[in-house]
């Protein structure tokens, strides 16, 4: 009896293990099912639909190709979406792919899986802080072009990203991101980075161990 009970305990663990679910910040939760992960050899990355700023979609995109380029470089080929530069030069004209749409482009390009998602993106001007003085025959058109030159920008992103297989579509990587800062490229790029991190971790241990 014991016997059994602790064969069961080893069976649940090892699945655990091969299946990470646990819960994040916001709510949402961190999918990492490592097993699917190492039999992909082709992901493609299409443009994440943007909200607030459409063309924040294609930009993130991009920031992540280029992190998980490096990664077991050997083992897993990362491929840019033909649309994702394009939709980045006319991202008003171009609806974001749908979850369907992006896991047929992954089929017809040879690819095992689809990293897809969404970003919203939101920027203000702060003049807390800012001490201006209106000087004499100064309207309020130059008030305003001196709090867009002077005035601190801050900005808020969340980023949602999944990677998907292409056969059944199911979701064996989900990551979020939610980061606030000053509206620049480092802000775009700490959030790229923490939605992929569980990913890249496990990219960077598993390195070489997988078999082809």
Not at 9 to 37: K, Y
Not at 133 to 161: S, T
Request: overall charge neutral; aromatic content about 4%; proline content about 4%.
């Amino acid at each position: 009896m014991i016997l059994r009970f602790l064969k069961r305990a080893c069976v649940t663990a090892l699945t655990l293990a091969a299946t990470a679910c646990v819960g994040c910040g916001d709510g949402a939760e961190l999918v990492l099912e490592t097993r699917a992960i190492d039999q992909i050899h082709t992901l493609v990355v299409v443009p994440l639909a943007g909200e607030g700023d459409a063309s924040v979609g294609p930009v993130l995109s991009g920031l992540m190709v280029s992190r998980l380029e490096g990664l077991r470089r050997d083992q897993l080929s990362v491929v840019e979406a033909p649309a994702l530069w394009r939709l980045a030069a006319t991202p008003t004209s171009q609806p974001p792919l749908t979850d369907q749409g992006a896991l047929e482009l992954a089929r017809k390009m040879g690819a095992q899986a689809v990293l897809t998602g969404s970003v919203v993106y939101s920027c203000e001007l702060d003049a807390k802080g800012v001490k201006y003085v209106p000087k004499a025959g100064k309207d309020e058109i130059e008030h305003v072009e001196f709090l867009k030159n002077f005035a601190v920008r801050k900005g808020q992103i969340r980023v949602d990203v999944r990677v998907l297989l292409a056969d059944g579509g199911r979701t064996v990587f989900a990551g979020l991101a939610t980061k606030e800062g000053l509206c620049d490229a480092e802000l775009f790029q700490s959030a790229a980075q923490k939605a992929l991190e569980p990913l890249e971790r496990y990219l960077e241990k598993s390195r070489g161990k997988r078999k082809e």
